[in-house]
């Protein structure tokens, strides 16, 4: 089992930036990749990014491009989201997930993250 918590949320103007954190914890040793979802009120949940755990070969969402970074610590077995020039748009619960080599997935709790225009 793995268990993954996030952490890094808040309210902040558009234009502005924000680093969520997901730090796993358990076996960590099977961690595949690690990634960040996003679920804005009454819409379904959506891909934002993804980083491979030993590559560090990273996939973003269109919407994000240029303005998200996803990284990784693998020393501290936590993935970062910078989230810079946000949008009202991006205004979401954000959810961390792990993927292990049998691709099971583990789901952290979210954190909220209020854009305010």
């Known amino acids: 089992q793995v268990r993954v918590v996030e952490s890094g949320g808040g309210l902040v103007p558009a234009g502005g930036s924000l680093r969520l954190s997901c730090a796993a914890s358990?076996?960590?040793?099977?961690?595949?990749?690690m990634g960040w979802f996003r679920q804005a009120p009454g819409k379904e949940r959506e891909f934002v990014a993804n980083?491979?755990?030993?590559?560090?070969?990273?996939i973003y969402a269109d919407s994000v491009k240029g303005r998200f970074t996803i990284s990784r610590d693998n020393a501290k077995n936590t993935v970062y989201l910078q989230m810079n020039s946000l949008k009202p748009e991006d205004t979401a619960v954000y959810s961390c997930?792990?993927?292990?080599?049998?691709?099971?997935?583990?789901w952290g709790q979210g954190t909220q993250v209020t854009v305010s225009s």
């Open positions: 980083i491979n755990w030993s590559s560090g070969r990273t």
């Open positions: 358990g076996r960590t040793f099977s961690i595949d990749a």
């Open positions: 997930n792990a993927r292990d080599r049998e691709f099971s997935l583990y």
